[in-house]
Protein backbone atom coordinates (compact mmCIF):
# COMPACT_ATOMS: atom_id res chain seq x y z
CA UNK A 1 0.00 0.00 0.00
CA UNK A 2 1.37 3.30 -0.69
CA UNK A 3 0.67 4.62 2.08
CA UNK A 4 3.32 7.08 3.93
CA UNK A 5 2.32 6.73 7.53
CA UNK A 6 2.46 2.89 6.77
CA UNK A 7 5.89 3.61 5.43
CA UNK A 8 7.22 5.28 8.87
CA UNK A 9 5.41 2.06 10.78
CA UNK A 10 7.13 -0.50 9.09
CA UNK A 11 10.37 1.71 9.21
CA UNK A 12 10.69 2.04 5.48
CA UNK A 13 10.64 6.06 6.51
CA UNK A 14 12.88 7.15 9.31
CA UNK A 15 10.98 9.38 11.52
CA UNK A 16 11.51 10.91 15.26
CA UNK A 17 9.76 7.91 16.86
CA UNK A 18 9.21 8.81 20.75
CA UNK A 19 6.39 5.75 21.85
CA UNK A 20 5.59 1.96 19.88
CA UNK A 21 3.07 -0.54 21.03
CA UNK A 22 1.22 -3.71 19.94
CA UNK A 23 -1.36 -1.46 18.32
CA UNK A 24 0.12 2.06 17.80
CA UNK A 25 2.81 4.19 17.02
CA UNK A 26 3.86 7.92 17.63
CA UNK A 27 6.71 10.36 16.45
CA UNK A 28 7.72 13.67 15.74
CA UNK A 29 5.73 15.78 13.19
CA UNK A 30 8.46 16.99 10.72
CA UNK A 31 6.71 20.12 10.27
CA UNK A 32 6.00 21.48 13.85
CA UNK A 33 3.09 23.55 14.87
CA UNK A 34 4.38 23.92 18.51
CA UNK A 35 7.18 23.50 20.67
CA UNK A 36 6.37 19.83 20.81
CA UNK A 37 4.19 18.16 17.78
CA UNK A 38 3.65 14.60 17.87
CA UNK A 39 1.25 12.33 15.61
CA UNK A 40 -0.49 9.37 16.91
CA UNK A 41 -1.69 6.60 14.68
CA UNK A 42 -2.83 3.29 14.77
CA UNK A 43 0.04 0.88 13.53
CA UNK A 44 -2.76 -0.91 11.18
CA UNK A 45 -3.79 1.72 8.45
CA UNK A 46 -7.04 3.01 9.01
CA UNK A 47 -7.56 5.70 6.04
CA UNK A 48 -9.25 8.35 8.98
CA UNK A 49 -11.25 8.66 11.57
CA UNK A 50 -14.60 8.57 9.05
CA UNK A 51 -13.18 5.45 8.30
CA UNK A 52 -12.81 3.53 11.55
CA UNK A 53 -15.31 0.58 12.32
CA UNK A 54 -17.16 -0.71 15.34
CA UNK A 55 -14.69 -3.45 15.90
CA UNK A 56 -11.88 -0.73 16.41
CA UNK A 57 -13.63 1.38 19.46
CA UNK A 58 -11.12 -0.31 22.26
CA UNK A 59 -7.84 1.46 20.12
CA UNK A 60 -9.21 4.50 19.39
CA UNK A 61 -9.84 5.13 23.02
CA UNK A 62 -6.61 3.46 23.15
CA UNK A 63 -4.99 6.58 21.39
CA UNK A 64 -6.37 8.86 23.22
CA UNK A 65 -5.02 7.37 26.28
CA UNK A 66 -1.74 7.29 24.61
CA UNK A 67 -1.75 10.69 23.37
CA UNK A 68 -2.30 12.10 26.95
CA UNK A 69 0.10 10.15 28.73
CA UNK A 70 2.46 11.30 25.78
CA UNK A 71 1.26 14.86 26.11
CA UNK A 72 2.63 14.41 30.29
CA UNK A 73 5.57 13.02 28.98
CA UNK A 74 6.73 15.60 26.99
CA UNK A 75 5.63 18.23 29.91
CA UNK A 76 2.56 19.56 29.33
CA UNK A 77 0.85 19.52 32.30
CA UNK A 78 -0.28 23.12 31.61
CA UNK A 79 -2.68 21.71 28.94
CA UNK A 80 -2.55 20.51 25.60
CA UNK A 81 -4.02 20.04 22.35
CA UNK A 82 -5.06 16.97 20.74
CA UNK A 83 -6.76 16.96 16.87
CA UNK A 84 -8.00 14.87 14.41
CA UNK A 85 -8.17 16.68 11.21
CA UNK A 86 -10.49 14.12 8.70
CA UNK A 87 -10.99 14.34 5.13
CA UNK A 88 -9.92 17.13 2.70
CA UNK A 89 -12.81 20.34 4.48
CA UNK A 90 -10.82 18.91 7.75
CA UNK A 91 -7.60 19.32 6.36
CA UNK A 92 -6.50 15.86 6.27
CA UNK A 93 -3.19 15.84 4.40
CA UNK A 94 -1.81 12.08 4.79
CA UNK A 95 -4.73 9.51 4.91
CA UNK A 96 -3.83 7.36 7.61
CA UNK A 97 -5.63 8.15 11.07
CA UNK A 98 -3.72 10.25 13.06
CA UNK A 99 -4.05 12.18 16.64
CA UNK A 100 -1.73 15.47 16.40
CA UNK A 101 -0.73 16.21 19.93
CA UNK A 102 0.18 19.92 19.99
CA UNK A 103 1.50 21.74 23.13
CA UNK A 104 4.52 23.96 24.38
CA UNK A 105 2.47 27.40 23.64
CA UNK A 106 -1.01 28.46 24.10
CA UNK A 107 -3.57 27.22 21.94
CA UNK A 108 -6.54 29.44 20.10
CA UNK A 109 -9.89 29.23 19.39
CA UNK A 110 -11.53 29.20 17.00
CA UNK A 111 -9.06 27.34 15.19
CA UNK A 112 -7.91 28.36 11.60
P1 LIG B 1 -2.76 16.08 8.47
O1 LIG B 1 -2.57 17.29 7.61
O2 LIG B 1 -3.12 14.88 7.62
O3 LIG B 1 -3.71 16.26 9.62
O4 LIG B 1 -1.38 15.80 9.16
C1 LIG B 1 -0.30 15.23 8.50
C2 LIG B 1 0.93 15.64 9.23
O5 LIG B 1 2.00 14.79 8.83
C3 LIG B 1 1.39 17.07 8.94
O6 LIG B 1 1.41 17.82 10.15
C4 LIG B 1 2.78 16.91 8.34
O7 LIG B 1 3.68 17.90 8.76
C5 LIG B 1 3.19 15.53 8.82
N1 LIG B 1 4.08 14.84 7.91
C6 LIG B 1 3.97 14.75 6.57
N2 LIG B 1 4.96 14.01 6.06
C7 LIG B 1 5.72 13.61 7.11
C8 LIG B 1 6.90 12.81 7.22
O8 LIG B 1 7.46 12.30 6.24
N3 LIG B 1 7.39 12.62 8.47
C9 LIG B 1 6.81 13.15 9.57
N4 LIG B 1 7.38 12.90 10.75
N5 LIG B 1 5.70 13.91 9.51
C10 LIG B 1 5.16 14.13 8.30
ZN1 LIG C 1 -1.38 3.72 6.21
Known amino acids: ?3 LFCKIV ?3 IPAQVVYQDDSTYAFRDIHPQAPT ?3 VLPRKHIASLAHAEAGDQ ?3 GHML ?3 A ?3 IQ ?3 GEGFRLIVNTGSDGGQTVDHLHIHVLGGRAMHWPPG
Open 1 to 3: MDC
Open 10 to 12: AGE
Open 37 to 39: HVL
Open 58 to 60: ALL
Open 65 to 67: QVS
Open 69 to 71: RLA
Open 74 to 76: EGL
